[in-house]
Structure formats: structure tokens, C-alpha cells
């Protein structure tokens, strides 16, 4: 219950003493509500107004939609499969390297530097494994930050971030001068948002348009290659094999380089943008596009069919540039469908034409 400024201001007036504190029921006549219009507020009388927004609203803090963290079974069984599988190759090497040192000395040792070798590639793959999905968390992490920062127009977390995508590229001998265009915005830029939107256009700018040019040859190549295989299962082969290979060129673009276990949790947010943006549904609104362009008539059956196929290759890559790069698109809204429909479809008439 809030009190009408005509109440206010009557209370602070000179002619009229100041309203003491006083309770109200809600069904007191005395109480009247804003939507009445009234042109003055009685002292001995309490006026109620709604809010014109949820501003007024607590809001409850993140973790309330977030569920809670249960007992996993699943992760008990994985570990101790692992760990059994794990001894007994340990006890099968072990048996191994007795039998050799039985046998002869020289090929005992030989087993046991073998083995060493095989624990050292090990420890190593396990390491990069390890850093590449620090570095496919680190994107996350940035991506998230300098969304808040353009979102809140706050100009420090986008300093911050921004210094952070500096470090990302530093090793990257293509990117000096956006980097070096970058730092000094920062120096000169004092609003957040502008400072996200200076980062795309000098720093990402041109690893976008490289992006493009990869998605766009993915979905080329599909397009081809499902048009002209005989078997559904080549078609198959050829998407999967496109799609990963289009997912790990674009997150070594970005800076993301992901091993064979961040490749798989990178895959997983692919297929999570794709089904939060309604991916599911693309193959239904990309034939209602090509019949609505007339393409129908115009192609054959199989070319047709691989222009849907090439551009389904495209939502892939379009998801996964989301996924991979490290900033959200703020001044563009990003890469479309559309953008690659009207080149594979000129590809598709020409060799429709040349038949």
C-alpha cells in the first residue's frame, strides 16, 4: 500500500498539519484504489496503486531454478568399471613383463621401457585432454562475462573480459591488429557495451568471415555428396564426418582447441543450442523455404534433397559458431540460414544445368 503524491503533498503543505501513521483494512471504506482517478487524497483516507512494472519484486537469486545436486549412481558405476578395466591391464602388462625377464633379460627391459613409454603418452594425453577443456570452459566463462558486461553496459567486467580475449589471441599473429586497434579503444572507450561491440568489429570480424567461409564449404560438400551417392548410409558417413570436422575447425578458430573429451562436451553444447533455438524443427522450416522459393520445380529430387542436407549442415556450423566463439554477437545478430541458401542453391542449378 502507497501512499497518492497528492497525499504527499497535501501532508507537506503549510495549511494542512502533517498525516500521522495510521492502519487500514482493505475492505475500510476510507481505503480507495488509484484506478479511481481521484483529484484528491483526504488525509483520513489511504490510497492504493499498483506497481506499473515487477521492478518492485525481489528476485530470488539463481540457484532457486537451479536443481539440486544428488547422489550420482552413474558416475560410481563409471568409476569403478574404470578402475577395474584399468588393473587389469596393469596385471596383463605385469604378466607380460614376467614372462619376457623369464625367458630372456634384454626382452624383459625391453617390455619395461615399452611400458614406461606407454604410462609417459599416457600422462600426456591425459594433460592435454585436460587443458583443452579448461580452454572450452575459459570461452564459456568469457563469452557469459562479456554478455553481462554489453547487457549492464559495464565498462569495467568489459575491460576486464576484453583483456582476457586479448590474452586468448595473443599467439595469434593474424589478430596483432585487431588486438592492437583493440587495446587502444580501451584507453579511449568508456562505456561497456561500445567496448563489446569495438572487440567484434576489429578483433572478431575477420574470424567470422573466415567462419562463414568454412560453414559455407561444409554445407557445399554435403550438398554435393548427397546428391550424387547412390546409398542413404554414404549420406549418413558424409553429414557426420562434415559436421565434426566443421565443429573442430571452427572451435580451432576461436581459439578453443579442444581435445577428444572437450570435443565431445562441445558437441553436447552444440546439440543443446540447437535444441534451445529450435534446431528440431529446421528441417521442417527449411523445406517450407526451398518449396516456397519455387526450388522444387526447378531441381531435380536429389538436388533438391542435398540442398536441404547442405543447408541443415549449415544450422550445425551456425550453432556451433555460437558455441565456440568466445563473445556474443552484440552490434550483428550473427550468420543465418538464409545467408547460405542463395549460394547452394545457385551451386544446385548450375549442375542441375549442366546434366
Known sequence: MTDHPND???SNSPSRPARKPAAF????????????DPDEVLSAEA???MAADDETIPRLPAEASKPSKSFSFGKWIAIGLGGLVSLSIGLAIDNLIRDLFARTDWLGWTATGLAAVAVLGLLGLALREFLGILRVGKIDHLRDALTDA????????????LKDLITLYEGRPETARGRRALAGHMREVIDGRDLVILA???????????ARRIVMNSAKRVSVVTAVSPRALVDLLAVLFENIRTIRRLSALYGGRPGTLGFFRLTRQVVTHLALTGGMAAGDSL?????????????SARLGEGVINGLLTARIGIAAIAVCRPAPFVATKGPSVTD????LVQRAEKEDMAK
Open 340 to 343: 547460405f541458401m542463395g549460394e
Open 287 to 299: 523445406t517450407s523455404q526451398v518449396l516456397g522459393h519455387g526450388l522444387a520445380a526447378r531441381l
Open 150 to 161: 554489453a547487457e549492464a553496459d559495464d565498462a569495467k567486467a568489459a575491460q576486464a573480459g
Open 47 to 49: 490510497l492504493i496503486s
Open 200 to 210: 567484434e568489429r576489429d578483433l572478431l570480424a575477420p574470424l567470422d568471415l573466415e
Open 8 to 10: 504527499r503533498r497535501a
Open 25 to 36: 483494512s482493505l475492505d475500510d471504506e476510507r481505503v480507495r484504489y488509484a484506478d479511481e
